[in-house]
């Protein structure tokens, strides 16, 4: 359903027939959502490589239909360069869909986010992880340098069948933390 909203004009419009026209902009906002949760005051829509949190969790990756959430997960924020890795990848892989799979790119504090990270009983930091969040819950972690060749060659693997995911236990993932900017 949605919600209509209404904006009057500002009150030093001239003339009359303008303002008779333009008594009114509407405006509808699907859902209903309250204008502080519009996609404007999401900035992780707008970021090509955003945190992985409790707030933009849905909407980057666990209810995304049909696509793999990339992650790279680090001890605090990641550093620049593994970043760019990852905004190369979105730039070469958001043109093509390679065999059906679309690939969702992000970053996540496994130090604020611990019993996320455990999950993956990820060893060493950083670490380049590969999430099914559809129905069966499923993980790859990437093997190899972060560079965009080696996990270009994960996402081939992919691709081709070749890769072998776990699953994950229980299969749910746990709550992300909320946490105050």
């Keep these: 359903f949605f919600f209509l909203m209404i904006r009057r004009p500002p009150r030093s419009t001239q003339s009359r027939?303008?303002?008779a026209s333009d008594v009114y902009k509407r405006q509808f906002v699907p859902g209903g959502e309250s204008v502080s949760e519009s996609a404007a005051t999401k900035s992780w829509l707008s970021e090509v490589v955003p945190e992985l949190t409790n707030d933009s969790g849905n909407d980057i990756c666990f209810k995304t239909e049909g696509a793999l959430c990339v992650i790279l997960l680090?001890?605090?924020k990641p550093e620049k360069?593994?970043?760019d890795t990852l905004k190369q990848l979105h730039e070469s892989f958001q043109r093509k869909?390679?065999?059906g799979f679309k690939y969702n790119f992000m970053w996540l504090d496994a130090t604020a986010e611990s019993k996320f990270a455990q999950i993956f009983e990820v060893e060493k930091y950083p670490q380049v992880l590969i999430l099914n969040p559809g129905k069966r819950k499923r993980f790859l972690i990437h093997e190899g340098d972060i560079t965009s060749e080696?996990?270009?060659d994960t996402f081939e693997k992919i691709a081709g069948g070749d890769a072998r995911f776990t699953n994950i236990?229980?299969?749910?993932?746990?709550e992300l933390s909320i946490r105050k900017n």
């Design 17 to 19: 027939s303008s303002a």
């Design 97 to 99: 869909i390679d065999r």
């Design 81 to 83: 360069e593994h970043l």
């Design 74 to 76: 680090s001890q605090d």
């Design 169 to 174: 236990k229980g299969n749910s993932l746990p």
């Design 150 to 152: 080696a996990l270009a």
